[in-house]
Each structure stands twice: as structure tokens, then as C-alpha cells.
């Protein structure tokens, strides 16, 4: 037995250089410079016995020299080829089967011989395996001492070579062949002990336990061979032969066990790489098991082009090699071994791509904010990243059964977690609720099932909370005003649908209140959109206050309102309601500090008035277009006799625009002439709609386009069309004075802020002049807003345009506003000119006017002149221009061409003698 420098650093091992790789406590352990000094000592020790034995009586040296040949060369054999032994826990020894000798040597060979025999026997075998210095000095001196002292056990016992050969002889041969061998062993196994710190007595055991049938073996043929041969010297060859085929026996049987042994520590490695899902930590299980496995001093990884080291095993791991150094024991790799570092090596290269590629889907899943969980067919949690743990609460899902952690509700009721990991078919963006102790949170999920051979199901569960959250602030705004929070018209006509489908079959009443603020549009103009805002929003909490908690109230847009009254006695229920209602906003209401009135148009109709949602909308519209009317700032009940038919309103807007585009419209000219000279001096264009059932007239559709706004392009149209139309008259008789062309302007238009920019446009595209352009303007509108109006009038009047004052009047201005009004032209409305010569005070207004007119340098023109006679007063009055029926009717533009040109002169001979 010999001292066989154990690995370093596999599990089990150990370690002379002073570690444990098992974990707990640290051992401790002897130092390298102990461990050489008791090296030396047992060297010494030996050194000095054998000088004692040789010193002794009856310790004749070298008495036996052909025995002493034989029996070194034989056990010198067996130093040299010894049998390694690999204990279970990674011990590993050199066995020689020195018992074998043992008792031919005591049988034969003095004291001195013997210890020569195995000094020479040791000291061969350990320089063969090239051991460490102080190694060969403590194999060499614990094997003499061993052996020494078993012999003197033997001796005492009454063998020897110059004893008798007795049973008592050969019993006491055998019992010191064994204090030889426990001895040996006890010393190896105390050395290498102390050097790693493991526990010495349960190793001695185990040592001595691994091996004590070899030894009794190997005894009793050492005892049988010794007595054979010592008795008859020719049986020495049979014995040695006999031997030599024990030996290699024995050897074999090692070897099965030790493959054995290989084969168990190969699969255990196997399954620790496996079990490892890391990188770093397979590398680190790939050297441990290789040194483990293969029983090396070392395990690296080099760079696939580090070239082998001599004596070093290598493998492909990967993109690196796996090497392995320094055999314990020394001898050179078996077969069994490089198949082991091959088959640990392409292990250890599948199980470090499986650790990559888990370590990316973690990585993966990990940063995901989704929860991603797997689920066996048994309904446990295989796998959970820690979205789902967050999201399911719980940090250690794994291994539980999911239903008793948490669980899912869909649509159609609870989500079987079991069967659906039992199953290969999948769902996959369903939402469902997630049910986790007290917590519910809304989430979509998709379930995918495992491919075989595994079975269970991988879930993908993501939090909807904020999406549920858009959703239904998404469908309250489909069915909300955003400013105001009321329902808006769709919610408002689903439940008035409701509200008449109920009236109608329990034959009950319900009222609709439509609500239409008035002058709200000077609230955006004076103070901006902002205060605009803040005014309906404050309008809107009145009218929930004014109203039951079954009453509905509806934003429809802009000012207008809605109001929903269900079950109403009778209609007097509803007048109160408007009542109240316009009673609050008398109140006023404050907008960033200024304190503001808004009244409302009230229209009530009820489910008595109209047999669908149409008609009763229709009905309270109407209703409300009466009480704007009639003065604003009240309300009205729908009465079918008096209500102007909205549709048709609807209806007739609708062609009014279709006739914009496709220009269905036509001017007339009405002539204005000179009231000295009869001769025309210009034109009123006056706008007709040509409609397959004739022209009709502008009181039939004017009204509506100045409420619609439809003026504005109607008007373009008409200033366009009058400009092109006077300068291709002009252009056509240049042997004529230039004819002056006029045209109404209404407010819409006075009141944009580029009107000056748009004539001086026109002006330019027609090529008019623009002292041949005269723009009327009534003076009601000019009063809305005088400052203004003079403002613009100023500057259509720095661009050369006439401007005309048109129904002067009937506006009640005052009349110190006709000296600041830039005008050139006033035109007296055809009203004061019916009672002209037949009422007194008639006459003296148009007298008035004509004298005011020519006192501040304006023209004055009649119109409606339909008479001699008021053609004659005006004559006498001084009034230069007249306009009317008694000159010419309007007329179409090539009708007035040819009045212009030929027949003026004539129509109008002076009445005067």
C-alpha cells in the first residue's frame, strides 16, 4: 500500500493541499511543511530499524542471497505494474499485494533482508511513477516499518527462516502478514487524512474494508506458497506461476469493479451537468465531473488551438476543449476513460447550449411584461416568470397546482386550468378576469399547448387593466359630451326611443323640451371659446338642477339642448320645468370674473304630438324657432297650425346649396335714371333663383341664406357676376358714360375681416372700375354696430368703391350718424314713398331726407317709385335719382343692354309742360 496523491477538487475528494469540496465547516488540515516533516520521520524511523534488526542476534544480513534475489526481483514486480484502486467516495490507492510475499520472505530471508527486499521493492516502484521526493521517502519508510513490524509479530509467533515449519508457525506468518498490511494501510490512510482534514477513523474503516479480501487472499497463498517452496525449493516456479495467474485474476476483477465504479461516478456527472441550467455553473460541473470521473489532479478549458500537454486527455466542449491533467496514480489513459471525457464532454456541450438557450428565454420572458407560465397535465406550475408572480402575487408558483393559487373567468364562466393543460388545443387572445386571492384583475390571455412528448399547456397572460380602463372611458365619451359630461344626441335618441316606445305601450306622456341659447355666439365673439366653454358648462348644471333624477338632459351640440321629461301628467308639467329653467339663467352666471346673462329659446312638444322620435324632434324644433321669433327669452309649445314645417326649411337649404354650386342662379337689373334727363346712369343687381317651376323671388329664399349663412357665397356670387356683367357693358358701347353698377352687401359679408381684400379682388378679375361699383348696405345693419361699420366703410371707401345707405329710415338712427357715415348714395326706403302727396307726414320725411342728403353731399334716390305724380314730387323735392316700376321692372341682362342703349331715353319723357 502507497501513498497516491489524491485530485484536488472533485466532490468527495481529497485535497493534501488543504481543502474540503464538500461544504460546511472548513477541516483542518496539516500543513505541506508538517506533512514533509513526518514524511522524514517515517523515513528515518524505517532507516533506524533496519540498522536495529541488523544489530540484533539472529539478524545474520544477507544469509540467503538466491531467496533475497528471487523474492526482491518478485516484489520489485509488483511495486512497478501495481493494481489502482478507486474507492466510491474518489480515494484512490495503489494496491501491490505485498501479503502475497509477505510470509515467503519471513520463512526465508533474516530481518535485514527483508527490510533491503522491500526498501529496494518500494523505493524502484515510486521512482518508476516518478512520485514527489518526500512522497518516496514516506511510501518507502511506512512500507519497511509495516513490513518490519509484521515480521516481528511473526517471528515472536514462532516463524522464521531457521524455525520448523509448524501450524503455530504458519498461523503467526499469516497473523503478521496482516499487522503488515493493517499497518500499511493505517499509514497511507492517516498521511493523506491529515492532509485534507477528512475524518480518520471512518476512512481508515473504509479503507480497510475495501480491500481486506484481497489481503486475506493474497495471505493465504503467500502462506501455502511459502511453506511449498521452503520445503521443496523446485516449487518456487509452479508457486511464482500460480501467482502471476492469481494476480492477473485479481487484477481483472479490479478492473470490472473499477469499471463499475466509473460508470456509476460518469452517470452521476451526467445528471449533475444536466441538472444545471447555467452557463457558468455547467463549466463548473463539466471540470468538477471530469476530475471526479477520470481521478485527475486538474480540469481546464484552453482555446481550441492551445495545443495537448503531454500525458493530458482532451475533449471538444463547445467552442472551447476540455482538458484534463495529471492521471492520479500515474499510467497512461485507458480506452474507458476516454470514452468517459468524450461522453461527459458532448454532454456538457448539449447541456451548455440548453443553459444558453434557457438562460435567452429567461432573459426573454424575464423582461417581459407579460405573464408567462407553464402548467403540466397534473395542473402544476412548471414554470413562472416573474410578470405572472407579480401579477398572481405569489413568488413561489412553482410546483403548486395552479387552481389553488389562482384562476381565470371568461366569458363563458370559469377557465378549467386542468383540462386545458391536459388538452393540445389552445385559445388565444380571450380576456377573462384573474382571480388571486381578493384581487381581480382583468387580463387577456393565450393558452398554447406543450408539443409531445410533454403534455400541459404554456399560458401568456397580460394585464388589461388600462385598456379595460380606455375602454369604458371610451365608450362614455361615444355616449357623453366631452365638456360638459351630459348624454349627447346618440345617447339622448336611444333613450327618447326608449322613453315613446314605454309611452305607447303603458299610454303614458312624455315631454321633450328643446333648449337653444340665445346670443351665445356674441359670448365666443366677445369673450373667446375658453369662456364660451365655461358658460355651457355652468348652463348644463343649471338644467340638471331644474330637472328630476329620471329626467334626462342631453348636450346636442354647440348651445343647443336637449331635455327628456318620461311620464309626465300633462303638458303644464313641462311649461314649469321651461319656466324654472329660464328663471336660473336670469340669474347670470360668472366667466372669469365677469358677470354674464344668457336666455334660451324653449320648444316643448310631447309624445301625444308625434307618432316617432322624428316627428317629436321636428315638433319641439319647431316649437323652438316660434319662441326665438316671437322675441327669445321664452317658450313655446309645439301647436301644429302655427308651426313653419322644419323640413321643408331642411329641404329648401338643401337646394339653396345645390343651386350655389351649380349655378342656378340669375341677376336682374333694375335701371336708376336721372330725374331731370330721364337717361339711366346706373343698375341694381338683384340676385333670382331660376327653379324648374320658374324664377322665385328674393323674400322666398334671402331670409334663409341669411340665416344659414348661405349669404356669404351667394353674395360672392352675385358681386362677381354684376362686376363682369357692367364692364362687359361698358366695354361694348365705350361711346356711352361708364354705367354704375349696384350691389347689396349684407352684414355677413360687411362683418369679414378680409372684405376689402375680396372686392379689390373681384375688381381686379372682372377689370371694373371701382368708382363703377356701388355697395348697399341696409342701415339696420350699419346700427348694429356703428363703430365698426364706419370702420370698414372707410376703408371699402379708400379703394374707390360708391357706397350707399339702403332702406335709410327704418332703422331710427340717429341722424347726426349721416354726417359720419363715408357715404355717397341714400336711398329712401319705397315705404315713405307710398304715402307721398296723400300723407303729410310721409312727404315731409322724404323732403326732409332729400334736403339732409343734399346738405351733407350725398345723393338721395327713391325707390319704389310706381307713379307720375311721385316721380313729379320728387322732381320738385330736388331728388336726383329715382328707381321703380314706373321706369322698368328688373330685367334680365340682355333685356337691360338693350334698354341702356336705346330705349331709356324714351321710356321716361318729362312730365312738365
Known amino acids: 500500500m502507497e501513498l497516491t496523491p489524491p485530485s484536488r477538487q472533485p466532490a468527495g475528494s481529497l485535497d493534501p493541499a488543504g481543502s474540503s469540496a464538500s461544504g460546511g465547516r472548513q477541516p483542518r488540515v496539516l500543513s505541506s511543511r508538517g506533512l514533509a516533516i513526518v514524511c522524514i520521520a517515517v523515513a528515518v524511523l524505517a532507516v533506524l530499524v533496519i540498522a536495529f534488526a541488523g544489530a540484533h542476534p539472529g539478524g545474520d544480513a544477507f544469509s540467503h542471497p538466491v531467496a533475497l534475489a528471487v523474492l526482491t526481483v518478485l516484489l520489485t514486480y509488483t511495486h512497478v505494474r501495481p493494481t489502482r484502486l478507486v474507492h466510491r467516495h474518489g480515494g484512490v490507492e495503489s494496491d501491490h499485494l505485498d501479503e502475497a510475499l509477505f510470509v515467503p520472505m519471513v520463512l526465508m530471508l533474516s530481518p535485514v533482508e527483508v527490510g533491503a527486499a522491500v526498501t529496494v521493492a518500494s523505493l524502484v516502484g515510486n521512482l518508476v511513477v516518478r512520485r514527489a521526493a518526500v512522497k518516496v521517502l514516506f511510501n518507502v519508510g511506512q512500507t519497511v516499518l509495516a513490513c518490519l513490524t509484521g515480521y516481528a509479530v511473526a ?12 501450524p503455530m508457525a504458519m498461523v503467526a506468518g499469516a497473523v503478521g502478514g496482516l499487522v503488515f498490511a493493517a499497518l500499511s494501510s493505517v499509514a497511507v490512510a492517516t498521511i493523506v487524512r491529515l492532509a485534507t482534514g477528512h475524518p480518520l477513523f471512518r476512512g481508515l474503516w473504509e479503507q480497510w474494508r ?10 493465504l497463498f503467500g502462506v501455502v506458497a511459502g511453506v511449498a517452496v521452503r520445503e521443496h525449493a523446485w516449487m518456487a516456479l509452479p508457486a511464482i506461476a500460480l501467482g502471476l495467474t492469481v494476480e492477473r485474476a485479481y487484477v481483472a476483477v479490479v478492473v470490472q469493479r473499477q469499471a463499475r465504479l466509473a460508470a456509476e461516478a460518469l452517470r452521476e456527472a451526467v445528471v449533475a451537468v444536466r441538472s444545471s441550467d447555467d452557463p457558468e455553473e455547467v463549466r463548473e460541473q463539466v471540470l468538477a465531473s471530469a476530475k471526479t470521473v477520470l481521478h485527475a489532479r486538474e480540469a481546464v478549458l484552453v482555446d481550441p488551438t492551445t495545443p495537448c500537454p503531454p500525458g493530458a486527455l482532451q475533449a471538444n466542449l463547445e467552442d472551447t476543449t476540455l482538458q484534463v491533467l495529471d492521471r492520479i496514480g500515474g499510467g497512461t489513459w485507458l480506452d474507458s476513460e476516454r470514452s468517459a471525457l468524450s461522453t461527459l464532454a458532448t454532454v456538457g456541450s448539449a447541456a451548455l447550449r440548453n443553459a444558453r438557450l434557457i438562460a435567452h428565454m429567461s432573459a426573454i420572458t424575464d423582461s417581459q411584461s407579460e405573464g408567462v407560465l407553464a402548467i403540466d397535465a397534473a395542473g402544476v406550475v412548471t414554470f413562472a416568470n416573474p410578470a405572472s408572480q407579480r401579477l398572481v402575487g405569489c413568488e413561489d408558483l412553482i410546483g403548486r397546482v395552479a387552481d389553488q393559487v389562482f384562476g381565470l373567468t371568461g366569458h363563458d364562466g370559469p377557465v378549467d386550468l386542468t383540462a386545458l393543460a391536459g388538452s393540445h388545443s389552445g385559445t388565444r387572445d380571450s380576456d377573462a378576469v384573474l382571480l388571486a386571492g381578493d384581487h381581480r384583475t382583468p387580463v387577456s390571455f393565450t393558452a ?65 323640451l328643446m333648449v337653444d341659447l340665445d346670443r351665445f355666439k356674441l359670448v365666443n365673439d366677445s369673450y373667446g371659446h375658453p369662456a364660451g366653454d365655461s358658460l355651457l358648462v355652468q348652463v348644463a348644471h343649471m338644467l340638471r338642477r331644474s330637472l328630476r333624477r329620471e329626467d334626462t338632459c342631453a348636450r346636442l351640440g354647440g348651445d343647443e339642448f336637449a331635455i327628456l321629461l318620461e311620464d309626465v301628467a300633462d303638458v303644464h308639467h313641462a311649461t314649469s320645468i321651461a319656466q324654472r329653467i329660464l328663471d336660473a339663467l336670469a340669474s347670470g352666471c360668472i366667466v372669469d370674473g365677469h358677470e354674464l346673462f344668457v336666455s334660451a329659446s324653449i320648444g316643448i312638444a310631447t309624445s301625444d304630438q308625434a307618432g316617432s322620435r322624428e316627428e317629436l324632434v321636428a315638433a319641439a324644433d319647431a316649437a323652438a324657432y316660434m319662441a326665438k321669433a316671437a322675441g327669445k327669452a321664452q317658450y313655446r309649445v309645439f301647436a301644429p297650425e302655427g308651426a313653419e314645417n322644419p323640413r321643408a326649411r331642411l329641404e329648401l337649404e338643401g337646394a339653396l346649396r345645390r343651386a350655389i354650386d351649380h349655378e342656378e342662379l340669375v341677376l336682374h337689373y333694375q335701371p336708376l335714371v336721372d330725374t331731370i334727363t330721364g ?3 346706373g343698375a ?31 353674395g360672392a356670387w352675385v358681386l362677381e357676376e354684376a362686376c363682369r356683367q357692367a364692364q362687359e357693358w361698358t366695354l361694348a358701347h365705350p361711346e356711352l358714360p361708364p354705367l354704375e353698377i349696384s350691389v347689396n352687401l349684407s352684414a355677413h359679408q360687411l362683418s369679414r375681416p378680409n372684405i376689402v381684400g375680396e372686392i379689390g379682388e373681384v375688381l381686379e378679375r372682372t377689370g371694373l372700375r371701382p368708382e363703377q361699383l356701388c355697395l348697399e348696405i341696409t342701415e339696420t345693419v350699419i346700427m348694429r354696430d356703428a363703430e365698426a361699420a364706419i370702420s370698414s366703410l372707410r376703408q371699402l371707401k379708400r379703394i374707390g368703391l360708391q357706397l350707399a345707405i339702403d332702406d335709410f329710415g327704418t332703422g331710427y338712427s340717429s341722424l347726426s350718424y349721416l354726417k359720419q357715415f363715408p357715404v355717397d348714395v341714400v336711398k329712401v326706403d319705397r315705404t ?25 353731399g350725398i345723393t338721395a334716390v327713391a325707390e319704389g317709385v310706381e307713379t307720375v305724380e311721385q316721380r313729379a314730387l320728387l322732381e320738385e323735392m330736388g331728388c336726383p335719382l329715382i328707381q321703380g316700376f314706373l321706369i322698368s321692372k328688373p330685367m334680365p341682362a340682355e333685356d337691360f343692354a338693350t334698354y341702356w342703349a336705346t330705349e331709356a331715353p324714351l321710356l321716361l319723357p318729362s312730365p312738365r309742360p
Open 679 to 681: 337717361e339711366a346712369v
Open 448 to 512: 398554447t399547448g406543450l408539443p409531445e412528448p410533454q403534455t400541459g399547456v404554456v399560458l401568456v397572460i397580460h394585464d388589461i387593466t388600462e385598456r379595460k380602463a380606455f375602454e369604458e372611458k371610451l365608450t362614455y365619451l361615444a355616449f357623453h359630451d366631452p365638456l360638459t359630461y351630459l348624454p349627447n344626441r346618440r345617447l339622448f335618441e336611444d333613450r327618447l326611443d326608449h322613453a315613446l316606445l314605454l309611452a305607447e305601450r303603458h299610454h303614458t306622456t312624455s315631454a321633450l
Open 210 to 219: 475495501s480491500r481486506e479480501l484481497s489481503s486475506f487472499g493474497a495471505l
Open 832 to 856: 315713405f314713398l307710398a304715402g307721398l302727396g296723400d300723407n303729410a307726414v310721409d312727404t315731409e320725411i322724404v323732403a326732409a331726407v332729400i334736403r339732409l342728403a343734399a346738405a351733407c
Open 155 to 166: 517471528r515472536a509467533g514462532g516463524a522464521g527462516p531457521d524455525e520448523s515449519i509448524t
Open 684 to 714: 341694381e343687381a338683384l340676385v333670382r333663383w331660376q327653379t324648374p317651376d320658374g324664377l322665385m323671388a328674393p323674400y322666398s329664399f334671402i331670409p334663409l341664406a341669411e340665416e344659414t349663412g348661405l349669404i356669404v357665397p351667394l
